[in-house]
């Protein structure tokens, strides 16, 4: 089992900045990609960003390119997502999720390529 803490959310007002960080314990020797999505109100899942464990291959949804940035701490089993630039319309609910294995044809920016998930930590963006 592996059990993913999300920390960092808040409330920031548009063009601040916030970094959240997602702590994996457990079984994090088998780690392939970690993922960021967000849910709004009323909204489908989206996903953010991710970034694969070994490499560091990143992957970033076109609405938050060259403002969001995904970084990993291999020796902490941490993944943060630096956010600058901040825009109302970011505000969600922000989880992280692993993928514990490449599985062929898998993408990382679906949901279901994930098998464990956080809790999610809350980022609100005023105007």
């Known amino acids: 089992q592996v059990q993913l803490v999300e920390s960092g959310g808040g409330l920031v007002q548009a063009g601040g900045s916030l970094r959240l960080s997602c702590a994996a314990s457990?079984?994090?020797?088998?780690?392939?990609?970690m993922g960021w999505f967000r849910q709004a109100p009323g909204k489908e899942r989206e996903f953010v960003a991710a970034?694969?464990?070994?490499?560091?291959?990143?992957y970033y949804a076109d609405s938050v390119k060259g403002r969001f940035t995904i970084s990993r701490d291999n020796a902490k089993n941490t993944v943060y997502l630096q956010m600058n630039s901040l825009k109302p319309e970011d505000t969600a609910v922000y989880v992280c999720?692993?993928?514990?294995?490449?599985?062929?044809?898998?993408?990382?920016?679906?949901?279901?390529?994930?098998?464990?998930w956080g809790q999610g930590t809350q980022v609100t963006v005023s105007s």
């Open positions: 970034i694969r464990w070994s490499g560091g291959t990143t």
């Open positions: 457990g079984r994090t020797f088998s780690s392939y990609t």
């Open positions: 999720a692993l993928e514990t294995y490449a599985r062929y044809g898998s993408s990382p920016y679906r949901t279901n390529t994930y098998d464990y």
